[in-house]
């Protein structure tokens, strides 16, 4: 199956040579880092199949972030810590979505900008809220930044997961919304039209000397707030697929030659699988502007989820005990290597190797396997596990 990072390691090279000095430190990172993964270059581990006997090599991932193949474990930390936080109450899915006329002027500030797209949003939805003709509290949210099309094109918008509900002043009642209009949390319109004053204010302040571009004010600034959930896992499932990866997996690649990348996508109109093939660079260039600055957070809490109002949330967790609460998934325990030889997950951790050690021992294993008939295909090994 082709990866991402045989296509990195393919075409890296042209890339960095093309583009020179105009690639930003991080992007260089990611293609070393995603190229390197799991190869003899990082090291590894050898291990000992206990049914069969065979000893075999596991080398180690990269673990940076833009890499479709690291970042399991840190995703199911972070799923089974959001599930911890969560309240025995329907969640709203609400997305703000910048214009197409910003796109370019916030990927060239994105530390900034994209940080004031997150506040602005949640400061928003918040003003609204405590509004008493909505709800008059105070409300939480965990953001989450996305800047991907599922053609991975540059497209900022933030995700917001909302409890249905809002702390009132007196810092004990908790306020939901009437029943005539359970379906919404706030009015989409008023949203939108609030969200547009409130981001070009902050953005204008955090950049005085930068000229933004000029945005008809009959345009509409997409707000979706999406009908409550009553089990907000399924979100969380889906915001987490993107906290600690990018927007392309390994699976979505199928074809890579000397000049283009084949991937596949859905298509968000006809919700049809089609395919699309681009040139290696533009593939590359595509792909590299989703890896964010270093530093820069995906994931921001806000008002009652913040990290400094735990005090908070326990104490509405105890109030709202009598309610049911959402069924935790069990988390999903870590893939295990399995033996290419007797497809057992009996694999055990012997030592520790260099990447010097570890191209002594691939030679040791494929010149074993070349005296060995009774072994399996040349492509089974080395063993790539997870680590």
């Known amino acids: 199956m082709l990866r991402l990072a045989d296509v990195v390691r393919r075409h890296a090279a042209g890339y960095l040579a093309h583009f020179g ?21 990082l090291g590894g581990h050898s291990a000992r199949c206990t049914r069969c006997g065979h000893e075999h090599l596991l080398y180690h991932s990269c673990r ?35 214009p197409s006329e910003l796109r370019r002027t916030v990927r060239s500030h994105q530390r900034i900008l ?26 939480g949210a965990l953001a989450v930044l996305h800047t991907w099309t599922r053609t991975i094109e540059w497209h900022p918008h933030v995700h917001l997961l909302v409890p249905g509900g809002a702390l009132a002043t007196d810092g004990r009642t908790w306020l939901e919304p009437p029943t005539y209009r359970k379906r919404y949390l706030v009015p989409e319109r008023a949203l939108a039209e609030r ?40 979100v969380l499932e889906y915001l987490g697929r993107y906290v600690h990866r990018t927007a392309l997996s390994d699976k979505a690649i199928v074809g890579c030659s000397d000049q283009s990348v084949t991937f596949n996508y859905r298509d968000s109109r006809d919700h049809q699988r089609k395919t699309m093939t681009l040139p290696a660079h533009e593939f590359l260039r595509r792909f590299l502007q989703h890896v964010p600055p270093k530093g820069m957070h995906r994931v921001r809490a806000f008002g009652l989820l913040h990290p400094s109002q735990r005090h908070t949330l326990r104490q509405l967790q105890l109030l ?36 010097e050690q570890c191209l002594a021992f691939e030679l040791r294993l494929l010149g074993a396997l070349s005296n060995d008939a ?10 790539r596990g997870p680590w």
């Open 64 to 98: 940076h972030r833009a890499c479709p193949q690291c970042g399991h474990d840190a995703t199911e930390r972070w799923l089974s810590h959001q599930r911890d936080l969560l309240l025995p109450v329907p969640y709203f899915h609400v997305v703000f979505t910048l």
């Open 21 to 41: 000095d105009a690639i930003l430190p991080s992007h260089v990172r990611a293609l070393r880092a995603i190229a390197l993964c799991r190869t003899p270059a």
């Open 114 to 139: 994209l940080a004031v797209l997150c506040q602005a949003a949640f400061e928003t939805l918040a003003s609204l809220c405590a509004d008493p003709q909505w709800l008059g509290g105070r409300v």
């Open 320 to 355: 709202l005990a009598p309610r049911q609460m959402p069924t935790h998934k069990p988390r999903r325990p870590r893939p295990k290597p399995r033996c290419p030889y007797c497809h057992g997950e009996t694999l055990q951790l012997l030592r520790r190797l260099t990447p």
């Open 374 to 383: 009774r072994g399996p295909p040349t492509t089974s090994l080395p063993t």
């Open 195 to 234: 969200f547009r004053g409130r981001f070009l204010a902050l953005a204008r302040r955090a950049l005085p000397n930068v000229t933004f571009p000029h945005i008809p004010w009959d345009k509409r600034w997409v707000v979706s707030a999406r009908p409550p959930v009553q089990d907000p896992n399924l």
